[in-house]
């Protein structure tokens, strides 16, 4: 079974400075990937990077990296220049890489408020 | 390019009914998966189909169930409907063969909101 647990349930930050989202994860099996989505106040869950588990470099999307620790099993979420628009709720998930189907466990997430 | 379209956006039902929440993929897609979202909870995997057959299921009971028709848009019905099955319904839409690629990311839709009474 996959587990994905996110320990902030808020967090704050000023306009333009960086922010750090944790994430853990928790998985027997040997291939996996993992993402994070951002689902504003409308519901819809915006997919914002991905990060497999054999990937060497750590992934980036513009203003959002990906700060992957395979040892430690953890994919923190560092988004960069905050805009107000980042403010939102945040969710770490990852895949099966055994089955081949892309289903995805989420954690609870993280709400992030930005301020002015 | 239209993304997932779900509807209706919002519903409310009484306890023992039945509902029924739709589903259209984003062009291109062949694979429907749904979630459920409980309030303050991250999306749960419900079932996933493809192919218009059931590939995967979640933790769900029988009376959850779908449906995937030849045109890849697909169903979800809830029957005996509980308080609990209150939450929000998100549909995912992505291309069944590519997984493992980094590209076969899932793409939301906005969600149908269900509040059973």
């Known amino acids: 079974a996959q587990k994905i647990t996110q320990t902030q349930p808020g967090m704050f930050v000023q306009e333009k400075e960086a922010v750090t989202l944790d994430c853990t994860y928790d998985t027997s099996d040997p291939s996996y990937g993992l993402f994070w989505y951002k689902q504003p106040s409308s519901g819809e869950m915006i997919f914002l990077i991905y990060q497999g588990s054999y990937d060497q470099q750590n992934a980036t999307e513009g203003r959002y990296s990906l700060n992957f620790q395979k040892a430690r099993k953890s994919a923190n979420l560092v988004i960069s220049a905050s805009q107000l628009g980042d403010s939102a709720m945040y969710f770490c998930a990852m895949s099966p890489g055994s089955s081949g189907y892309s289903t995805l466990t989420f954690g609870k997430g993280t709400m992030l408020l930005v301020s002015p | 390019d239209a993304g997932v379209t779900q509807s209706p956006t919002h519903l409310i039902k009484t306890r023992g009914q039945q509902v029924t929440l739709r589903c259209s993929p984003k062009?291109?897609?062949?694979?429907v998966s749904w979630y459920q979202q409980a309030l303050g909870q991250g999306p749960q995997f419900i079932f996933q189909?493809?192919?218009?057959?059931?590939?995967q299921r979640g933790n769900f009971p029988d009376r959850f169930s779908g449906h995937q028709f030849p045109n890849y848009s697909s169903e979800l019905n809830v029957n005996a409907l509980l308080l609990g099955d209150s939450a929000l319904y998100l549909c995912?839409?992505?291309?069944?063969?590519?997984f493992g690629s980094g590209a076969n990311v899932l793409t939301f839709g906005a969600g149908s909101r269900l509040t059973v009474l």
């Open positions: 995912a839409s992505s291309l069944g063969h590519e």
């Open positions: 189909y493809y192919e218009e057959e059931e590939r």
């Open positions: 062009s291109g897609h062949d694979t």
